[in-house]
Nanobody
């Protein structure tokens, strides 16, 4: 699976962005998907997760109520709608894919088998 993230940019605090992650291959619907982010000088942090069926979603506490993850299996794409953006949301956002049935914690990077290249999100105050 190859992942291509897009949709990042520069936005003022309080604004919105929608990230997309397009996946190659015909088995996208069998992969759990997630978004992580990495700010300069910091570790890569979990942002959000969606089960391969779309039946379950999880969010980091810092984005809960502001971000929404979704997927369209017909388009091989996962989305991250980001509203009420804050300067502390500034980071490179990457999407990741995990084969269904992987062991471990979905909050950890080790759970995922494939990574996209990342897209920069910058929120100005």
């Amino acid at each position: 699976v190859q992942l291509q993230a897009s949709g990042g940019g520069l936005v003022q605090a309080g604004g919105s962005l929608r990230l997309s992650c397009a996946a190659s291959g015909r088995t996208f619907s069998s992969y759990d998907m997630a978004w992580f982010r990495q700010a300069p000088g910091k570790e890569r942090d979990f942002v959000s997760f969606i089960r391969h069926t779309g039946s379950s979603t999880y969010y980091a506490d810092s984005v809960k109520g502001r971000f929404t993850i979704s997927r369209d299996n017909a388009k091989n794409t996962v989305y991250l709608q980001m509203n009420s953006l804050k300067p502390e949301d500034t980071a490179v956002y990457s999407c990741a894919a995990a084969r269904w049935g992987n062991s471990g914690s979905l909050y950890n990077t080790a759970y995922y088998n494939y990574w996209g290249q990342g897209t920069q999100v910058t929120v100005s105050s």
